[in-house]
């Protein structure tokens, strides 16, 4: 136990869970990092579309901002409200269960279900990305970083929620600082220079106009743009992860994260016409990235341009934790309603839900392993299950509010009513824009994953009929079992067991595989060393029952014996004693055999109700 | 078993073992391989030395490889002999250990056995190699051609002895006819030109002198040739994979292995001087194998050259089936002794020693991974193993001569001292000349080794000390056990495992681990459900232990409760009934947790010789 001690932290006891709670500090690392590292891509996603109209693309920057901004700020007030009418955390799945019912919410389940683990694997190979292209001798180790990250990661997480806000500050609030400094600065020396700041370092130049502006090309990309929207959901699934007042606590994290995320956007956007900047393509030699051009005109490459490329690769990697604050908790709420395994339910030794860790951990890892840590194209399946989760959201708390009325509920009801179309359309957007790109993975992975939570409810609600009851325990019918007892040859191991066999009935048949010397053996002691002691003692004399076996096999004569005696004697138990020998170090078991763990495997299977298997250990002095 | 049928074949009687017996025809291709394959790699590693020599070299290849064909000769009649005295299979292992001891014997398998696995892990690889330099596209893939050939082996090999001589039949002889065939040709044209024949392709010119010829060298070169040796035990360890009379048979493949052998070395030795060809630099551009040299100046690039480069390319990498053919044999062999675990002496399905395939196939696996399938450092590790056991097993040879006398026993006496003599030199000198590239890695690890297979015996010694008896079974003291039953609520599965408790004991307490509402419940149900129709049927009443858990956890009460009633009831067994939901889809087992598992094998270990645990299924329809 010292090295789970060591790796996780020592165990904490259900009462220390308040202690556990974190505030609006440690807050925004945890459920804001998705969010806030998305300033970092969501522009450049956006610029990228406009590469072909050259400079000209500059004047559309702004109207597409605000627009994001737009739509963001009413996510962000009818989040608010979901966080006020579900205070012990409404997460999109139980809103539109609550009220759409079932079949939303599992919609809303799945989308985000698969978000999640898109934002871990994009977020960890994107930080790695950004590193690899700084350092391009790391580029062939792009996997063994991935995974590293993502291990790392998952062992914090494990550690707790207040160990994960404790390890995740730093790095955040230097980007942060980082960000907003850089803006402060640049607003300060365009306003200074009447709106044509001279760039410290200038960007490169921006040749030719390949392409020409259409409808298609903005609603593409605003709805790339959009990107920067994901992860703002985090906060109202994980309510109960902070101290008292809860609500309040997470309202105010929500608010803190979103007006910086909305702050970073718009200077991005007025910084980059007035700088001269457009991005440049990512494919070509030369390329530099939006914030990294920025960062250079403003402030030059100074130490300053270090630590703020330094603290966006740090933060673009640990985004992929908001997936592990949010996930696990998901798939709890999923669980506890039977469309998940119960194990997502159970807390760990730190209470967090351990089990919701791992499986995002593994799939994850399996993403990155299939992709070889690249995972360019997995972005344009990414943002489709955000904003179908928020419109069911939204869309669940219209609902809400109808039903329930109240005092200001009329005015609630029109924000979340103008967050459910603003956000529906802009999933129409995004999944017609991204559709041939990989969306339509999304769109059958989706029904997939809720056909299988459906089918793992049934089979719980199946289990749980099958074995319900509340009749009284039937009292008739108890006989003593027949015991089977194979044995390779006398010993003090066979003793033990037939002693204990004594103990448990009187019909006892001792099973012994044929094999030549061994058995001739135990033939001619036999009556010396059982029968004899047996009839003194005036207990019932064992059987010895030799079983041939022309293919060698050992456990399967045995098995076979069993499932006979389990015909021949319908109204008895099958008692199968496995004599086993436990060792004091684990090394030594690679001297044994596996059969006792085959036989009690294959008897547990093949059997039915009336075979049970004991595991008869003798521990070894030496 | 279906897939495993048609992965591995039916399962084969013991009576059948006479049928997968095999004569010298399948005999080459299985015991063969090894020792036929090096004459496309013997050849070429002591030209390789003497490239700096220029053309000048090639006045030494003759003697040199005289020098190594009457060592072969040596070798081979003491090996003749080594049959006929130890018809059932006598290695390198049996010789020595029954003439020189057990510590020359455990030498000989730790030199042996370290010696197969580089068999597998060089013949794989450079069969690899030779494939990838042909088509360099492949050069990313060579470790998944390495382990899928590695995979298809064993998987070949676990299908019996039979089968795989089947398989290798036709690249073996097409092999040996195409060499044999560039031989007679090679040599015909030769003598038809008076010495000087024309080249077809004229070979690579040798340009300039870089070093001068040392006594140093032509050891080196002569050690490097010895590697042509490696493979010639092979049959004396499986002698009983022929068929009757075995000894005669084996004999007789064995002289065709070497007859066939010598005849390569000789002809190449004779062909490439008489062709003006040397050998090129394998790390250099414009590198062209011996034989490929050969095979074009005699033959031409036409049909036959491209048929005997693809045979070459088979051969080798099916080399390592020599090692899957022995390994088992010798794991075998030295598990009888008690120095390997026992498992090495099962016969598996199909009358292999299955595990010994197993482990091969695991090290070698293993081997190719950490050098990523370019085995080029594990070459100089290579031949000390073999030499070494050779030289055991011709002075092992020796001392049986010494020993059973009879006529013509002072011939063979002296034929096997002379092999011992030769074969020991040839050791120091394959010891000092490789001794820095890598050998003394093979110097470290076979102590290692040893000291191992004693600790096993020892191991196994202690064990069957420590349970050995012939006394008579003790009648005094047996006591019905404590029995103890944890359930989570009331269910039928609860109500079977506490039926199939009333028919062990009297004493049963039902263990129930604190946890809300579901406690709460069974609380308020247990009068009703089991009191009192228990009290009606006269039953023993069950008492029911509610234990509290503060962490969650679920199995440590239950292991601690176990714990305290063994010490405080020191004259009774504890049994444990756990009870276990069977489904009748293994994917069902992920929605259920592993908790019956854990607190199994935490009772097993911790526990002492009094706690047995019970597996009671509840074998579910649906």
């Not at 593409?220 to 703002?232: D, E, I, K, Q, Y």
């Not at 194209?377 to 609902?399: D, N």
């Given at each position: 136990m010292n090295i789970a001690d060591a790796l996780f932290g020592r165990p904490l006891a259900t009462e220390e869970e308040k202690a556990e709670r974190i505030g609006p500090l440690k807050g925004i690392p945890i459920f804001g990092l998705d969010a806030l590292s998305s300033a970092a891509y969501g522009p450049e996603a956006a610029l990228t579309l406009l590469i072909p109209l050259g400079m000209a693309g500059a004047i559309y920057v702004w109207p597409i901002t605000i627009g994001i901004v737009v739509l963001l700020g009413i996510v962000y007030f009818s989040y608010r409200q979901t966080i006020s009418a579900y205070p012990h955390g409404g997460g999109s799945y139980t809103v539109a269960t609550e009220n759409l019912g079932e079949r939303a919410g599992l919609l809303a389940a799945a989308a985000l279900m698969i978000d999640y683990v898109l934002t871990a694997a994009v977020g960890i190979s994107a930080g790695v990305g950004a590193l690899v292209s700084a350092v391009p001798s790391l580029q062939s180790q792009t996997l063994h970083l991935c995974l590293g990250i993502l291990i790392l990661i998952t062992l914090i997480n494990l550690r707790g929620v207040q160990e994960t806000g404790g390890v995740f500050l730093l790095p955040t609030y230097v980007f942060i600082a980082c960000l907003l400094g850089l803006i402060a600065v640049g607003i300060f020396k365009t306003l200074v220079a009447g709106g044509h700041p001279v760039p410290v370092v200038v960007p490169p130049k921006i040749t030719g106009i390949t392409g020409s502006v259409s409808a298609w090309l903005l609603l593409r990309t605003f709805s790339s743009g959009c990107t920067a929207m994901t992860g703002v959901e985090a906060v109202s699934n994980g309510v109960m992860a902070f101290r008292e007042p809860s609500d309040k606590c997470a309202k105010l994290t929500l608010t803190i994260i979103i007006a910086i995320l909305m702050v970073m956007l718009l200077g991005i956007a007025y910084l980059v016409p007035a700088y001269g900047i457009a991005a440049t393509d990512p494919g070509m030699p030369g390329y530099d990235s939006v914030l990294s051009q920025l960062l250079a005109a403003v402030m030059g490459r100074g130490a300053f341009y270090w630590l703020s490329i330094g603290s966006i690769l740090v933060v673009l990697s640990l985004s992929a934790n908001t997936a592990f604050a949010d996930f696990p908790r998901l798939a709890r709420a999923i669980a506890e309603n039977g469309y998940l395994p119960h194990a997502f339910v159970i807390r760990g030794r730190r209470l967090v839900f351990a089990q919701g860790v791992y499986a995002l951990a593994l799939l994850t890892g399996l993403l990155l392993i299939i992709f070889g840590g690249i995972t360019d194209r997995l972005i344009p399946l990414y943002a489709v299950g955000a904003f179908l989760a928020f419109t069911l959201s939204q869309a669940g708390m219209v609902m809400h509010w109808r039903?329930?009325?109240?005092?200001?509920?009329?005015?609630?009801?029109?924000?979340?009513?103008?967050?459910?179309?603003?956000?529906?359309?802009?999933?129409?957007?995004?999944?017609?824009?991204?559709?041939?790109?990989?969306?339509?993975?999304?769109?059958?992975?989706?029904?997939?994953?809720?056909?299988?939570?459906?089918?793992?409810?049934?089979?719980y609600a199946q289990v749980a009929l099958e074995i319900r009851t509340s009749a009284p325990v039937h009292t008739d019918g108890l006989a003593e079992p027949v015991v089977l007892l194979p044995i390779d040859r006398w010993s003090l191991v066979s003793e033990k067991a037939l002693r204990y066999a004594w103990t448990l009935s009187r019909e006892i048949h001792v099973l012994h595989v044929?094999?030549?010397?061994?058995?001739?053996?135990?033939?001619?002691?036999?009556?010396?060393?059982?029968?004899?002691?047996?009839?003194?003692?005036?207990?019932?004399?064992?059987?010895?029952?030799?079983?041939?076996?022309?293919y060698r096999f050992i456990v399967k004569p045995i098995v076979n014996y069993a499932i006979q005696q389990q015909i021949a004697q319908p109204d008895r138990n099958i008692t199968?004693?496995?004599?086993?020998?436990?060792?004091?170090?684990?090394?030594?078991?690679?001297?044994?055999?596996?059969?006792?763990?085959?036989?009690?495997?294959?008897?547990?299977?093949?059997?039915?109700?009336?075979?049970?298997?004991v595991s008869v250990p003798y521990h070894l002095v030496s």
């Amino acid at each position: 136990m010292n090295i789970a001690d060591a790796l996780f932290g020592r165990p904490l006891a259900t009462e220390e869970e308040k202690a556990e709670r974190i505030g609006p500090l440690k807050g925004i690392p945890i459920f804001g990092l998705d969010a806030l590292s998305s300033a970092a891509y969501g522009p450049e996603a956006a610029l990228t579309l406009l590469i072909p109209l050259g400079m000209a693309g500059a004047i559309y920057v702004w109207p597409i901002t605000i627009g994001i901004v737009v739509l963001l700020g009413i996510v962000y007030f009818s989040y608010r409200q979901t966080i006020s009418a579900y205070p012990h955390g409404g997460g999109s799945y139980t809103v539109a269960t609550e009220n759409l019912g079932e079949r939303a919410g599992l919609l809303a389940a799945a989308a985000l279900m698969i978000d999640y683990v898109l934002t871990a694997a994009v977020g960890i190979s994107a930080g790695v990305g950004a590193l690899v292209s700084a350092v391009p001798s790391l580029q062939s180790q792009t996997l063994h970083l991935c995974l590293g990250i993502l291990i790392l990661i998952t062992l914090i997480n494990l550690r707790g929620v207040q160990e994960t806000g404790g390890v995740f500050l730093l790095p955040t609030y230097v980007f942060i600082a980082c960000l907003l400094g850089l803006i402060a600065v640049g607003i300060f020396k365009t306003l200074v220079a009447g709106g044509h700041p001279v760039p410290v370092v200038v960007p490169p130049k921006i040749t030719g106009i390949t392409g020409s502006v259409s409808a298609w090309l903005l609603l593409r990309t605003f709805s790339s743009g959009c990107t920067a929207m994901t992860g703002v959901e985090a906060v109202s699934n994980g309510v109960m992860a902070f101290r008292e007042p809860s609500d309040k606590c997470a309202k105010l994290t929500l608010t803190i994260i979103i007006a910086i995320l909305m702050v970073m956007l718009l200077g991005i956007a007025y910084l980059v016409p007035a700088y001269g900047i457009a991005a440049t393509d990512p494919g070509m030699p030369g390329y530099d990235s939006v914030l990294s051009q920025l960062l250079a005109a403003v402030m030059g490459r100074g130490a300053f341009y270090w630590l703020s490329i330094g603290s966006i690769l740090v933060v673009l990697s640990l985004s992929a934790n908001t997936a592990f604050a949010d996930f696990p908790r998901l798939a709890r709420a999923i669980a506890e309603n039977g469309y998940l395994p119960h194990a997502f339910v159970i807390r760990g030794r730190r209470l967090v839900f351990a089990q919701g860790v791992y499986a995002l951990a593994l799939l994850t890892g399996l993403l990155l392993i299939i992709f070889g840590g690249i995972t360019d194209r997995l972005i344009p399946l990414y943002a489709v299950g955000a904003f179908l989760a928020f419109t069911l959201s939204q869309a669940g708390m219209v609902m809400h509010w109808r039903r329930t009325g109240g005092p200001g509920a009329g005015r609630s009801m029109f924000v979340n009513a103008l967050g459910a179309a603003a956000t529906g359309i802009t999933t129409l957007v995004v999944l017609v824009a991204k559709f041939v790109d990989g969306a339509w993975i999304t769109v059958l992975l989706i029904p997939a994953l809720i056909l299988m939570m459906r089918s793992v409810r049934h089979h719980y609600a199946q289990v749980a009929l099958e074995i319900r009851t509340s009749a009284p325990v039937h009292t008739d019918g108890l006989a003593e079992p027949v015991v089977l007892l194979p044995i390779d040859r006398w010993s003090l191991v066979s003793e033990k067991a037939l002693r204990y066999a004594w103990t448990l009935s009187r019909e006892i048949h001792v099973l012994h595989v044929g094999c030549g010397e061994d058995t001739d053996q135990l033939c001619r002691q036999w009556s010396e060393v059982v029968e004899k002691p047996a009839k003194m003692a005036g207990l019932p004399l064992p059987q010895l029952v030799v079983l041939a076996s022309p293919y060698r096999f050992i456990v399967k004569p045995i098995v076979n014996y069993a499932i006979q005696q389990q015909i021949a004697q319908p109204d008895r138990n099958i008692t199968v004693l496995i004599p086993e020998l436990v060792e004091s170090h684990w090394y030594h078991y690679l001297l044994h055999n596996n059969r006792p763990e085959a036989i009690r495997a294959l008897l547990l299977f093949n059997g039915n109700q009336r075979i049970t298997v004991v595991s008869v250990p003798y521990h070894l002095v030496s």
